[in-house]
């Protein structure tokens, strides 16, 4: 048994593979010999679309493109009306989910694409919609809509008490460590459990100590007897370090700060914002 610290870091990653591997891969703590690319579409081949919600990419679009994207009424699809235009946002899942059944609206969209992100579907002659960087539009035009359209990610270290609320934010999207999958028995955890030092230790280190203990003893006592980690995992507590990726955009998370900061909010949660802040500053308006 051990303890390990709070922390958040902001995955200021621009490539697409990278980012999203990354991301997977800390949902299993694992570090896979296979390429990232190959990675990430073997994941989508297989119908594993929540990673490819923490990558976002943004287009121009005319008005009558945008009509049938305000028909869809996608919460995962985000449109703002410029001034001879559209500005749409959205990461590839709602791509990969409804280019089928929407082919004409979709695919300005994927023909836009990146070619080695374009080849993720099938071959397409439509039009194309215009793929940019959000800072390539006019600063006026840039500040008026960062706010919805600028997703920021980040990795936090805490506890299951802290992402238990965590999860509850909408639209947000999450990547957490398994305890489905991660055998805390193997080497490449030390042999042992970890669990977040609480923020009042010192005043109960005797308790804490004994109770994530004999968690750690039950839980190797279940898998010397054959249990799978998906039910030893039932005899560990809330304050289990995990770490999860969050990406939501400006505006959600300046809505997560006035919740989470907020004195009526847990302490663990509030010190867990605070890192999060801290790490983002001078990102969010």
Not at 16 to 28: E, Q, R
Not at 186 to 200: A, E, Q, R, T
Not at 265 to 277: E, F, G, W
Request: glycine fraction near 2%; hydrophobic fraction near 35%.
């Amino acid at each position: 048994m051990n303890y390990v610290g709070y922390s958040a870091k902001y995955l200021k990653i621009e490539d697409f593979y990278t980012k999203l591997a990354l991301i997977a891969h800390n949902c299993y703590q694992a570090i896979s010999k296979t390429p990232d690319e190959i990675f990430i579409k073997n994941l989508i081949k297989n119908k594993h679309l929540a990673m490819c919600e923490h990558y976002h990419f943004h287009y121009l679009i005319d008005d009558e493109l945008a009509k049938e994207f305000i028909y869809l009424n996608n919460p995962y699809i985000v449109l703002t009306k410029l001034e001879n235009c559209y500005l749409l946002t959205c990461s590839i899942r709602p791509m990969i989910e409804n280019y089928q059944e929407y082919p004409n609206i979709f695919y300005p969209l994927i023909n836009s694409l990146p070619e080695n992100i374009k080849n993720i579907f099938p071959v397409s002659e439509s039009k194309k919609a215009k793929l940019i960087d959000l800072k390539d539009l006019p600063l006026e035009t840039y500040f008026k809509v960062r706010g919805k359209h600028h997703f920021l990610s980040v990795m936090v270290v805490t506890d299951r008490g802290v992402t238990h609320e965590l999860v509850r934010h909408r639209p947000c999207s999450f990547a957490q460590e398994s305890t489905r999958y991660c055998n805390y028995s193997k080497n490449k955890f030390g042999h042992s459990v970890s669990f977040i030092k609480p923020l009042d230790y010192d005043k109960y280190h005797e308790i804490y100590d004994k109770a994530y203990q004999e968690a750690e003893d039950n839980y190797f006592a279940f898998l010397e007897n054959g249990a799978t980690p998906d039910i030893a995992r039932a005899v560990l507590p809330n304050g289990i370090k995990t770490s999860i990726a969050v990406t939501a955009s400006e505006d959600e998370w300046n809505h997560i700060y006035e919740l989470r900061l907020d004195k009526a909010a847990h302490k663990d949660m509030r010190y867990t914002m605070t890192l999060i802040q801290h790490e983002l500053k001078g990102e969010i308006l």
